[in-house]
């Protein structure tokens, strides 16, 4: 379908179209792109024979055959327009991974509100044990593979699968892992109603011989699955369950080990090398989706147990004046609840939570439940909002945010600038403190920074 074809992308940077860029090159096309900045992706984009170009470059429309775009292109780009004069084949960037999803044998599609990378990561991992060479697409880097993005075989394409603006309905999944269901992206969305009303779309995109394997504790979840007509292989650790982990315990590091049963009956234990319980319901789901292609236990065992999670995952980065520093990627109350345990599971004196909020929207729609999350760590700094795709139209401001968590813990500032941010946390950490960035934007240059003295 793609081979011989000229392909220009714009926006090519992201870490999805950079992969999707990878992946069409490898099915024969040939590839070009434009972005606004220089970034290491597009170094390494050009690196590989994928021509990049920065600024707006709308002569490279005329020789393409097909032009991919990102939602945050709009329709006023001088490139879209160019596309539009010259009528050329176009497709945003979840439509054209939907056709790529196409030409692969098994199409793995990991989703869900939280744990959607961990989760995939760990699948990704087992498949490369096993010797399967995956096709691997993930929003996030994993060291197996130095980066985001696998080419592999045909037979497998394990892909990480998000809602946002309904994206994962471009897909065509043969198998599909569904974490859990949450109030997120109530930009697009509204409200949680409109949310499991997409999930349910999706996984009835399955085909008749498909498969569904889904977090039976989670509430959203199971409502949407009753009355599901394809195949449920179901796991957790409350409710009864096809694949449930018994018998939990944790170190010091807030690492648990556990075993699995498989309809009451023992498969085998896993001691896991990441922190928190949310690990062990990621898996619980990889374990169970991966035992559908591999029966041998012990290489499903020995995948997760090395497994050490992706980039920005609760990732521990060195030290700062003998503090730990660490980055997670929690941009909604669930996931930063989460990061908090897997703090308190980590022995050190006082923490430092760094947080930067995504989007004006999701601060405001969340503030309370941020707040009251936030308040649980030690001290709280608060960086400035991170606007991504939106204009501040929402009367949301950081000292909103700062004034909520003051109710529960005065021990929160405000803080303008990154380089302030730095120069504070040197100035009133001391050694076996922990400090920990939270946030989907740029926030981790602030513990890299950190780590670097």
């Known amino acids: ?45 050009n690196k590989n024979g994928i021509i990049v170009k920065y600024g707006h470059h709308p002569e490279m429309i005329k020789d393409a055959d097909i032009v991919v775009y990102t939602a945050a292109i709009h329709e006023d780009d001088p490139e879209r327009i160019e596309t539009q004069n010259l009528n050329k084949e176009s497709y945003e960037r979840a439509e054209f991974l939907g056709l790529l999803s196409k030409q692969y044998k098994n199409c793995l599609c990991i989703s869900g509100t939280h744990g959607k990378s961990t989760t995939t990561g760990m699948v990704s991992l087992i498949f490369l044990e096993a010797g399967l060479n995956p096709t691997i697409q993930i929003g996030a880097m994993l060291s197996q593979i130095n980066g985001n993005i696998n080419i592999g075989s045909k037979d497998y394409l394990i892909m990480e699968s998000c809602e946002y603006a309904d994206s994962f309905l471009h897909f065509h999944p043969t198998g599909i ?64 369950s096809d694949y449930r982990a018994k018998n939990l315990s944790k170190n010091n590091l807030g690492h648990y080990s556990f075993d699995i049963f498989y309809k009451n009956e023992f498969v085998c234990k896993i001691n896991l090398n990441i922190s928190g319980i949310h690990n062990v319901y990621n898996a619980l789901a990889a374990f169970a989706l991966s035992y559908q292609y591999i029966k041998d236990v012990n290489t499903i065992k020995t995948a997760l147990e090395k497994y050490r999670g992706v980039g920005r995952r609760f990732e521990y980065l060195g030290t700062c004046n003998g503090a730990y520093v660490y980055d997670d990627y929690a941009h909604h109350p669930t996931e930063i609840k989460t990061t908090l345990d897997s703090v308190k599971n980590v022995n050190h004196n006082k923490d430092w939570a760094i947080f930067q909020s995504h989007t004006f929207s999701r601060t405001k729609e969340h503030l309370n439940e941020f707040a009251n999350v936030l308040s649980n760590f030690d001290n709280v700094i608060i960086a400035p909002i991170y606007p991504a795709r939106e204009i501040n139209t929402f009367n ?45 934007g740029p926030v981790n240059k602030i513990s890299n920074e950190l780590v670097k003295s």
């Open 1 to 45: 379908m793609f081979n011989d074809k000229k392909i220009h992308m714009i926006g090519i940077g992201g870490v999805s179209m950079s992969g999707i860029a990878y992946l069409v090159k490898d099915l024969g096309a040939t590839v070009t792109g434009s972005d606004i900045t220089e970034s290491d992706i597009t170094d390494e984009l």
């Open 177 to 240: 892992i569904l974490t859990n269901i949450d109030n997120d992206h109530l930009d697009y969305f509204k409200n949680l109603d409109n949310i499991k009303k997409s999930f349910k779309k999706y996984i009835n995109l399955l085909p008749s011989n498909g498969l569904l394997i889904k977090n039976n504790d989670d509430e959203n979840t199971n409502d949407i699955t009753i009355n599901f007509d394809k195949k449920i292989i179901t796991y957790g650790i409350k409710n009864i």
């Open 396 to 440: 949301i401001n950081e000292d909103m945010l700062v004034n909520k968590i003051k109710e529960k813990n005065p021990n929160v500032v405000f803080i303008d600038s990154f380089d302030k941010i730095v120069e504070y946390i040197k100035k009133n950490v001391s050694p076996d403190d922990l400090i920990i960035t939270i946030g989907a």
